[in-house]
């Protein structure tokens, strides 16, 4: 069973430009989630879909969005960079809408210069 | 935003020793503990989990206690080897609601 895949791992942008993150979910999971993990802040929660809507957002600027597919791939888009956004951003999947515990993908390593 | 508090932020232990960190949370409406387990270059990985009805689980070398009155949990990890050097984040999640985590803990085991 294949487990969450993100694209690309690794990345390097330049501040004001603007990076779209992607992640497959297991098959089956209709809940993706995506988290900035910083080594000074932790896990921050950015946003959650279910079933293409976004049911959670967490207290990021407007310049983070993500979008779900019909085929629960979701993709974020980070515009206007910034260096504070260099960050491992993380995605998870669950299959049932609450209380099954998310599995995460590896993530992708964004470095902003 | 951090409503989950994790403690201590490192630890060091050594082989054979038990490794015991701490979370508390606020709110009250939390439904789902879970503990996750990161090494570097990964993504977290869930490890075990609990829910408030249940004051403790065990799955193998790992144990959750959880107290409902005190707004606590923990996570007991027994007979602590090497490879379980990582990075512990627990968690807690209130129906559809977003996850939330604790700062985490580096956990390292000397052989």
């Known amino acids: 069973k294949a487990g969450v895949t993100q694209t690309p791992r690794y990345l390097i942008k330049t501040r004001g430009q603007q990076v779209t993150l992607s992640c497959s979910p297991i098959?089956?999971?209709?809940?993706v989630s995506w988290y900035q993990q910083t080594p000074g802040q932790g896990l921050q929660f950015l946003f959650e879909?279910?079933?293409?809507?976004?049911?959670n957002k967490g207290n990021f600027p407007g310049r983070f969005s993500g979008r779900q597919f019909s085929n629960s791939r979701s993709e974020m888009n980070v515009s206007t960079l910034e260096l504070g956004d260099s960050a491992l951003y993380l995605c998870?999947?669950?299959?049932?809408?609450?209380?099954?515990?998310?599995?995460f993908g590896s993530g992708t390593r964004l470095t902003v210069v | 935003q951090q409503q989950v508090k994790q403690s201590p932020q490192s630890l060091i232990v050594q082989k054979g020793g038990i490794s015991i960190i701490n979370c508390a949370y606020e709110n009250t409406a939390f439904d789902y503990f879970p503990w996750y387990q990161q090494f570097p270059g990964k993504g977290p990985a869930l490890l075990i989990a609990?829910?408030?009805?249940?004051s403790e689980k065990k799955e193998g070398r790992f144990t959750i206690s959880f107290n409902k009155s005190a707004k606590q949990f923990s996570l007991h990890i027994m007979d602590s080897q090497p490879g379980d050097s990582a990075t512990y984040f627990c968690a807690a999640e209130q129906g559809n609601n977003d996850m939330r985590f604790g700062a985490g803990t580096r956990l390292t085991v000397k052989p």
């Open positions: 609990i829910r408030p009805d249940v």
């Open positions: 879909y279910f079933s293409e809507t976004q049911r």
């Open positions: 998870a999947s669950k299959w049932q809408t609450s209380n099954y515990g998310y599995t």
């Open positions: 098959s089956g999971h209709r809940s």
